[in-house]
Structure formats: structure tokens, C-alpha cells
């Protein structure tokens, strides 16, 4: 699966931010996929995740009720509506994929840098 994302920049806090992700190699709705980032110093960790049809969704809390992942399975994109953004949500974005029934996220993109000055 090859994925391409987009959509980062540079906002302020309290702006809004959208996120794309394209994949291909593999049929969309077969695939689980995710939102991750890697802040300056810190772990990679997991902002968000969706199943393949997009019946189930995951948040992490630190971007609950600010953050919406969306999977359109016509147009083979995967978002992320970043609301509210804050100072600690500047990161390096990268969207994942794995297949259904994976354990792991094995497939990953490059990477958007999303950076929210105060």
C-alpha cells in the first residue's frame, strides 16, 4: 500500500487544520487506518484510527472532541479535521494503514508537518 499525505502547515493556535491521506496498491475498504505524529522530542504515538468501512473510530484523549478521522472509501481518502489546535499539537503527521486483521500498522506515509505557533 502506498500512502500520501497532505494538507499540513503552519497555524495559530485555535485554527483548524485538514489532513489527507491517499493510498493505493490495495482496496481501500479492506484496510484499517490511522493517524499518527511525532512531536520534536517525542515518541511517535497514535492521534486517531478508523476500520476499514469506517463503522469504528479511536481517539486518543489528548485530541478528543477536537479532532474527527474520516475514511471515504469512493474517493480513497482518509482525513483528519483538526479543530482548536493547540502549541503541543505541532507534530510531523503520518497516516497508517494496515490490513484487516493485522496487529501492527505496516504500511506508512511520509509524513506532513503541521506546526501551531502560540
Known amino acids: 500500500v502506498q500512502l500520501q499525505a497532505s494538507g499540513g502547515g503552519l497555524v495559530k493556535a485555535g485554527d483548524s487544520l485538514r489532513l489527507s491521506c491517499t493510498a493505493s496498491g490495495r482496496a481501500f475498504s479492506r484496510i484499517t487506518m490511522g493517524w499518527f505524529r511525532q512531536g520534536p522530542g517525542k515518541e511517535r504515538e497514535i492521534v486517531a484510527g478508523?476500520?476499514?468501512?469506517?463503522?469504528?473510530?479511536y481517539y486518543a484523549d489528548s485530541v478528543k472532541g477536537r479532532f474527527t478521522v474520516s475514511k471515504d472509501n469512493v474517493k480513497n481518502i482518509l482525513s483528519l479535521q483538526m479543530n482548536s489546535l493547540k502549541p503541543e499539537d505541532t507534530a510531523v503527521y503520518y497516516c497508517?494503514?494496515?490490513?484487516?486483521?493485522?496487529?501492527?500498522?505496516?504500511?506508512w506515509g511520509q509524513g506532513t508537518l503541521v506546526t501551531v505557533s502560540s
Open positions: 478508523i476500520t476499514s468501512r469506517g463503522g469504528s473510530t
Open positions: 497508517a494503514a494496515k490490513d484487516v486483521g493485522d496487529q501492527s500498522y505496516r504500511y
